[in-house]
């Protein structure tokens, strides 16, 4: 079957009605092994590290939605970066986003670097400035746009032509864009990886992550590795994100309106400093991501013009509806402090050099009404200033 339209593979791609029943839902196959008539000779599904229906579905149905030709599914995304990771061999370099997710700098920085591959951690808002950090031994470019929790805009169209004239790979972490919003195999990337964990999964109840690339020789080495490592998600899980997806466009759409409603409320408030989002035309990324996205999300993360960490405190603990937790992408609203919690794991210094500032608050705008949103965050704002 071919599907023309995103909210059409949202619904129909990768599932198909169960064989043997009829089950328009894929069934939770809940096996670890299946039953061979005869050694060697079975239905194609032997162990469920290696193989599995309800998987199957769910990659089928990513590698659709990211317009790619295979789709692997992993326990956690950092278990899909730590797969595209494992390909590379001591001595490869990787040049990467610098105000990265603060789990994959972890990743990256403790477990990979002490086996001598070594990371370089540059800005990349000028995509032409990436060329001068390629050497010989450049094997990838990692790239997250927007980027967490600045919501910098990298122009993926760019790097993949640096990626390209130099041989190397380009990984694009797509979680905070989805593929509702960008899809970066079309732009040139050769590997998407994905928290499912967040918009995909949407309703903040499972953990997953997945590997999309049109790449057959990646494709056979990740999935050499999701067997021989084993980071699989069980099959619940699966099940989950595939009912998950099948309203990633509604959600999405929300979540854009949303986004938008926050970001312009929070710019003309005046106890706001600086506001970070993309589809705001003060937003230094506004014209790489009005070109390479359909919309632009809900994430947005902003400072108050009284910096102190003291009052970002108070008005986080002042929220009623954002609950405060890490994660983001699920249906209902969370807010954060990245200094603190999600982006803990990368150094002070570091921190400091991206711009992040320890004052700063993340919000992932959920799908509510907008005007209780906005209610709620004027209350929060307001009443941490008057105490
Ligand atoms: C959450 C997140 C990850 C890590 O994914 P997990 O599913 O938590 O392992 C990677 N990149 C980004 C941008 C994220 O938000």
């Given at each position: 079957?071919?599907?023309?339209?995103?909210?059409?593979?949202?619904?129909?791609?990768?599932?198909?009605?169960?064989?043997t029943?009829?089950?328009?839902?894929?069934?939770?196959?809940?096996?670890?092994?299946?039953?061979?008539?005869?050694?060697?000779?079975?239905?194609?599904?032997?162990?469920?590290?290696?193989?599995?229906?309800?998987?199957?579905?769910?990659?089928?149905?990513?590698?659709?939605?990211?317009?790619?030709?295979?789709?692997?599914?992993?326990?956690?995304?950092?278990?899909?970066?730590?797969?595209?990771?494992?390909?590379?061999?001591?001595?490869?370099?990787?040049?990467?986003?610098?105000?990265?997710?603060?789990?994959?700098?972890?990743?990256?920085?403790?477990?990979?670097?002490?086996?001598?591959?070594?990371?370089?951690?540059?800005?990349?808002?000028?995509?032409?400035?990436?060329?001068?950090?390629?050497t010989?031994?450049?094997?990838?470019?990692?790239?997250?746009?927007?980027?967490?929790?600045?919501?910098?805009?990298?122009?993926?169209?760019?790097?993949?032509?640096?990626?390209?004239?130099?041989?190397v790979?380009?990984?694009?972490?797509?979680?905070f864009?989805?593929?509702?919003?960008?899809?970066?195999?079309?732009?040139?990337?050769?590997?998407?990886?994905?928290?499912v964990?967040?918009?995909?999964?949407?309703?903040s109840?499972?953990?997953?992550?997945?590997?999309?690339?049109?790449?057959?020789?990646?494709?056979?080495?990740?999935?050499?590795?999701?067997?021989?490592?084993?980071?699989?998600?069980?099959?619940?899980?699966?099940?989950?994100?595939?009912?998950?997806?099948?309203?990633?466009?509604?959600?999405?759409?929300?979540?854009?309106?949303?986004?938008?409603?926050?970001?312009?409320?929070l710019?003309?408030?005046?106890?706001?400093?600086?506001?970070?989002?993309?589809?705001?035309?003060?937003?230094?990324?506004?014209?790489?991501?009005?070109?390479?996205?359909?919309?632009?999300g809900?994430?947005?993360?902003?400072?108050?013009?009284?910096?102190?960490?003291?009052?970002?405190?108070?008005?986080?603990?002042?929220?009623?509806?954002?609950?405060?937790?890490?994660?983001?992408?699920?249906?209902?609203?969370?807010?954060?402090?990245?200094?603190?919690?999600?982006?803990a794991?990368?150094?002070?210094?570091?921190?400091?050099?991206?711009?992040?500032?320890?004052?700063?608050?993340?919000?992932?705008?959920?799908?509510?009404?907008?005007?209780?949103?906005?209610?709620?965050l004027?209350?929060?704002?307001?009443?941490?200033?008057?105490?």
């Amino acid at each position: 079957m071919t599907y023309m339209k995103f909210g059409t593979k949202a619904v129909h791609a990768g599932v198909e009605p169960d064989p043997t029943t009829g089950a328009i839902m894929t069934p939770i196959y809940q096996t670890s092994t299946y039953v061979q008539e005869s050694p060697g000779k079975h239905k194609g599904y032997e162990y469920a590290r290696t193989q599995n229906p309800t998987r199957d579905a769910l990659q089928a149905s990513l590698a659709a939605l990211e317009n790619g030709k295979y789709g692997l599914c992993y326990a956690t995304g950092l278990a899909a970066t730590d797969t595209i990771m494992k390909t590379l061999r001591p001595g490869d370099e990787v040049i990467c986003t610098n105000d990265m997710y603060g789990g994959t700098y972890r990743l990256f920085t403790t477990v990979f670097q002490p086996f001598g591959i070594k990371f370089i951690f540059v800005p990349m808002a000028e995509a032409e400035s990436v060329e001068q950090y390629v050497t010989d031994k450049t094997k990838m470019v990692w790239v997250e746009t927007p980027t967490n929790p600045l919501m910098n805009v990298i122009d993926i169209e760019k790097i993949a032509a640096i990626t390209k004239k130099h041989e190397v790979l380009l990984t694009v972490d797509n979680t905070f864009a989805t593929p509702y919003l960008q899809n970066p195999l079309d732009l040139g990337a050769d590997i998407v990886m994905h928290s499912v964990t967040k918009y995909l999964g949407g309703h903040s109840d499972t953990v997953m992550g997945a590997i999309i690339t049109n790449n057959e020789k990646l494709y056979e080495s990740y999935k050499f590795l999701q067997n021989a490592a084993g980071g699989t998600p069980g099959p619940q899980d699966c099940f989950l994100v595939l009912r998950g997806i099948k309203t990633l466009h509604l959600r999405m759409r929300q979540h854009c309106i949303n986004g938008k409603a926050v970001a312009e409320f929070l710019e003309q408030h005046p106890l706001v400093g600086k506001v970070y989002y993309p589809g705001l035309e003060s937003h230094k990324g506004y014209e790489i991501a009005k070109k390479q996205m359909r919309d632009f999300g809900g994430m947005v993360s902003f400072t108050l013009k009284d910096d102190k960490v003291t009052t970002a405190i108070k008005t986080l603990e002042n929220f009623n509806l954002f609950a405060l937790a890490e994660s983001l992408g699920g249906v209902e609203s969370l807010c954060g402090h990245p200094a603190s919690m999600t982006h803990a794991s990368i150094p002070p210094e570091e921190r400091k050099k991206s711009g992040l500032s320890d004052s700063l608050i993340r919000l992932s705008v959920g799908i509510e009404d907008t005007e209780d949103l906005i209610a709620d965050l004027k209350q929060a704002i307001e009443s941490a200033s008057k105490a």
